[in-house]
Nanobody, 126 residues
Framework: QVQLVESGGGLVQAGGSLRLSCAAS????????MAWFRQAPGKERTFVAG????????YYANAVKGRFTISRDNAKNMVALQMNSLKPEDTAVYYC???????????????????WGQGTQVTVSS
């Protein structure tokens, strides 16, 4: 069993930055792919960024590439999402998620992730 707790959301002006953190419990953390998803009101939950078990491999949605950076600290069971140059369209609830399966390709849809945090709200004003 894995429990995830996100923090760091808030209200920021367009062009600003926020850093989201996700604290994980459970022994499978270091063996799992971690990802951030987001869900805006009335829209589906979509993939934002993922990081592999070692932290040496990352993948980003086109909408955030070059602006967001995902990182992890396996010693602290933490994964972070640094968000720069924020835009109003980045407004959403952000969730961290765990995929404990060993895969050869990035999975970008929620059904492949077994554990989820409760989410943290990010609001970007124009």
């Amino acid at each position: 069993q894995v429990q995830l707790v996100e923090s760091g959301g808030g209200l920021v002006q367009a062009g600003g930055s926020l850093r989201l953190s996700c604290a994980a419990s459970g022994r499978t953390f270091s063996r799992s792919t971690m990802a951030w998803f987001r869900q805006a009101p009335g829209k589906e939950r979509t993939f934002v960024a993922g990081i592999n078990r070692s932290g040496g491999g990352t993948y980003y949605a086109n909408a955030v590439k070059g602006r967001f950076t995902i990182s992890r600290d396996n010693a602290k069971n933490m994964v972070a999402l640094q968000m720069n140059s924020l835009k109003p369209e980045d407004t959403a609830v952000y969730y961290c998620a765990v995929d404990s399966s060993i895969r050869t390709v990035w999975q970008l849809t929620p059904q492949f992730y077994e554990y989820w945090g409760q989410g943290t709200q990010v609001t970007v004003s124009s």
